[in-house]
């Protein structure tokens, strides 16, 4: 059992240095498995969970695998892979598993997906997954709680995202790249992770042109090489960074930083009194006066990410009046809500909206982190609450933030990891 113990009021001041981002590096990995021969080299990869775990199902597929976790480095060579099955045991812990599936396909034929996970935001369908694969010419049979998806080749194809899928359109990427003619997503992602996982591919020797459009296409070519990749910054611990500095009224340097990953996020924290500036690749960020309320509507980059919704919750519980918060990605992302109502916050949630009614002053208690952001969240609270805040479980956040307790000590903050027999 992982806790965060969290003891509030200093202002956060320092250098804080942004890991690299979780939802590149996932990919990443499937994508270093679509590599027949060779060894693909991750650089700035991040010493996260849900990283070990998709070490781990890389390694039950037949992959062989070293994460150096001091250099930051993960060495994948995928010429050995054997086996179509992603077992439950590790799949189900991580959302990431989903993306082995393409490169089980190429390299196998087959893909037995026997369950995969990730936060407990509400629905998390795959329809459009494996509504593209069949199109690519895969059959998909259910069969009670394993999905087996087989082909013989992949044929390209008209493809089109009803909305636009993160993993959907990375998944659909990947399932092109190997295959034979040329295919077009429509309503593709354009999250910067996307386009680095792009990036990634076509220096493997994908074709993939359209990327950051909402249209990509797609020529299929013979084989892809291992190539070294450096992952990069995780504009979503970014954005948690500079709201710590936020709900402290401190002043902090974050590495390697970039603002302009922040999309609709950073100009939220502006009108609500946070300055940034950019110095090169380090992003300066401080709050010296009183919060002022938000709106804020979540939506695919580079409108608000859905990720720093509850952390941005935390902040309104700060500000002087009501802000308004409408979750327009998930359907079941508001239960953070009743954990800072714990603490003291006043937040009402009818359906998919909620009003954070500020200020009120927080108070350290017992709280559940429900899932990874809504984790981070409540270290925010922490951090800004009388007395002392225990949060559980602290692996739900640990699958996403690298070093966190580390990190923030460096800023002055008071917050420990403790890790107990469960
Ligand atoms: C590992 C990873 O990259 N995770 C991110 C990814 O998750 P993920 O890729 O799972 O999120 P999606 O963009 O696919 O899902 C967004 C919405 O689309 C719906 N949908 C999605 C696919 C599908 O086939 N059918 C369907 O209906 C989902 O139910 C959800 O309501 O993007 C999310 C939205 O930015 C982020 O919160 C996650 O951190
Ligand atoms: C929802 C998240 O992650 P995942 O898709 O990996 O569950 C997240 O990072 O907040």
Avoid: W
Avoid at 361 to 373: E, F, I, M, N
């Amino acid at each position: 059992m992982v806790r965060y113990r969290v003891r509030g009021g200093n202002a956060l001041r320092g250098t804080a240095f942004i890991q690299g981002a979780k939802n590149a590096v996932l990919p990443m990995i499937g994508a270093a498995l679509l590599a027949a021969k060779g060894r693909t080299v991750l650089r700035n990869v991040p010493i996260i969970e849900d990283v070990r775990r998709a070490v781990e199902l890389a390694e039950a597929i037949g992959a062989k695998v070293e994460l150096h976790e001091a250099e930051r480095t993960l060495v994948i060579d995928a010429s050995t892979l054997s086996s179509p099955v992603l077992p439950a045991r590790i799949a189900r812990r991580f959302r990431g598993s989903v993306l082995f599936v393409p490169a089980l396909l190429h390299r196998l034929g087959e893909a037995v997906i026997e369950g995969v996970g990730g936060c407990n935001l509400g629905s998390r369908n795959l329809d459009f997954h494996y509504l593209g694969y069949k199109r690519l010419g895969a059959a998909v049979v259910e069969e009670d709680t394993v999905i087996r998806v087989k082909t013989s080749g992949f044929t390209g194809a008209k493809l089109y995202l009803d909305t636009p899928s993160h993993t959907g359109t990375e998944n659909l990427i990947m399932a092109a790249v190997l295959g034979r003619g040329t295919t077009v997503i429509e309503n593709a992602a354009l999250e910067p992770e996307v386009l680095d996982v792009i990036d990634m591919l076509t220096r493997m020797g994908a074709k993939i042109s359209g990327g950051g459009t909402g249209f990509i296409t797609v020529e299929g070519v013979e084989e892809l090489a291992a190539v070294e990749h450096t992952v990069m910054p995780d504009r979503l611990d970014a954005g948690v960074f500079a709201m710590a500095a936020a709900v402290t009224g401190g002043e902090v340097n974050l590495v390697g930083a970039e603002l302009d990953h922040l999309g609709v996020v950073r100009y939220k924290l502006e009108q609500m009194g946070v300055e940034f500036a950019s110095h090169g690749a380090v992003l300066h960020v401080r709050r010296d006066r009183p919060l002022r309320p938000i709106n804020v509507i979540t939506d695919t980059y580079p409108g608000f990410a859905t990720d720093l919704q509850s952390p941005i919750m935390t902040v309104a519980c700060l500000a002087d009046g009501a802000s308004y918060i409408h979750e327009r990605i998930f359907d079941g992302r508001f239960a953070l809500a009743s954990e800072l109502n714990k603490m003291g916050a006043n937040i009402e949630v009818t359906e998919n909206r909620a009003v954070v009614h500020g200020p009120t002053p927080l108070k350290g208690t017992q709280v559940t982190a429900h899932d990874l952001r809504s984790g981070i969240a409540l270290v925010l609270a922490g951090l800004i609450a009388e007395g002392e805040t225990v949060i559980e479980s602290g692996y739900l956040i640990d699958r996403g933030h690298s070093y966190l307790a580390e990190r923030m000590q460096a800023l002055g903050a008071d917050v420990v990891q403790e890790i107990s027999p469960s």
